[in-house]
């Protein structure tokens, strides 16, 4: 359980850090356990597992995968969205010239990958279904970046914080290209049961509720309007967590205090909340551990699960999926948000934090590279042709592998 030392503002990123650092190794272990189930006399099995199918109230019956990636996978985004909130009111995206750089950075680690996936589509002539995959090698995955580079030791703080900010826009990007892109046939009338939930949840914060579980039943409305009215639903996850609020005191359960004889009335809350931390801290302190030791290791171990013996790389369109992804991976994202980097630098739109050389820069786009969570999510949006999905987790797992030892190499023989 977290003590309020460990969630206070001024200490949550390094306590984000370290738990990023952790959740690393055990993703890693989970994908490696994936591996080795699909490709072991277990694999039968290991499919089998994902495709147990069961309902809930008001909606059909789902197969666990899905269960996993769009049920489960909600709380991540929900983490997300929490981590965006916090970092637009008083963290590091608060300052529109601090936050600059990363978001450029992080734009142009979205552009030049997707060109490069889509150049090596065409190059290599594969169908025109291939380029649905251009958004996969946009993504970075900032558990297993911080983990990496947690192992280099010696960066200075502010390239971690900008990692983290950069992450924190590259999420954001991933989200919008996740809504405009790749949702499915929208049907406008369900959003009315989005909005209500919405409603409802607006509603109990004007009330100032403070239990996280009297927002599970708005939420859980909200998910399943998504679901209906045809974009996806983890995207709920990120709505519920960009409305929760940034202050202890909210709603409008206040009172006026007399009027002094030094000055005028002024309100204070009627019922003080028990925790000095606001809910956007508190939520996200209390989800973080289980998102990043128990969500995200489960989605790894249902997504990373890749037969090698079934990868067919001989024909042209796989080969291309897998190749464009690679190559947006291991070059596009460090060519990308370097360029961009220097862009916004030349034309004074920004500046390097303090302590961090160009070096360092190079990097922190390497490491940008390293995508596996959402780049995987991303994947199972885009295909749904078994062989072209197969060639699509392996190259994420190759780009992100080669990326990682790249960033490995560099900051222990560069950067020390």
Known sequence: MSTPHATHPALWPLRFISVEAMSGLVLLAAAALALACANSPLSHAYEALWQLSFGAPLLSAYDLHFWVNDGLMTI?????????????????????????????????????????????????????????????????DIAFAVGVLSLIGGVPPALRMLLLT?????????????????????????????????????????????????????GAVVWIGMLRAGVHPTLAGVALGLLTPVTAVFGRRTRQRPASRTGPCSAEPLDPPRAAEPPVVRVEAMLHPYVAFGIMPLFAFANAGVRLKGLDLGAATPLAVGTGIVLGLVLGKPIGIVLAALAAVR????????????????????????????????????????RLLAAAKFGVLVGSALAAALALTLGRTRMR
Request: glycine content about 10%; aromatic content about 8%.
């Open 166 to 218: 950069l992450a924190i826009a590259d999420d954001v990007a991933a989200i919008l290209i996740i809504a405009f892109f790749y949702a499915g046939g929208i049907v406008p009338g369900q959003f009315l049961l989005v909005a209500a939930g919405i409603a409802l949840v607006l509603l109990l914060q004007a009330l100032s509720v403070r239990s996280a579980l009297a927002y599970v039943l708005p």
């Open 76 to 140: 991540f985004f929900l983490l997300v969205g929490l981590e965006i909130r916090r970092e637009i009111h008083d963290g590091s995206l608060s300052n529109p010239r601090v936050a600059t750089l990363p978001i450029i950075a992080a734009a142009g680690g979205v552009l030049v990958p997707a060109l490069l996936y889509i150049l090596a589509c065409t190059l290599m002539g594969s169908a025109p279904l291939a380029r649905r995959g251009w958004a996969i090698p946009t993504a970075t």
């Open 347 to 386: 034309l004074k739109l920004a500046e390097l934090p303090a302590g961090v050389r160009w070096r360092q820069l190079v990097l922190l786009g390497i490491l940008g590279g390293i995508g596996f969570t959402m780049s995987v999510f991303i994947a199972n949006l885009a295909f749904e042709d078994r």
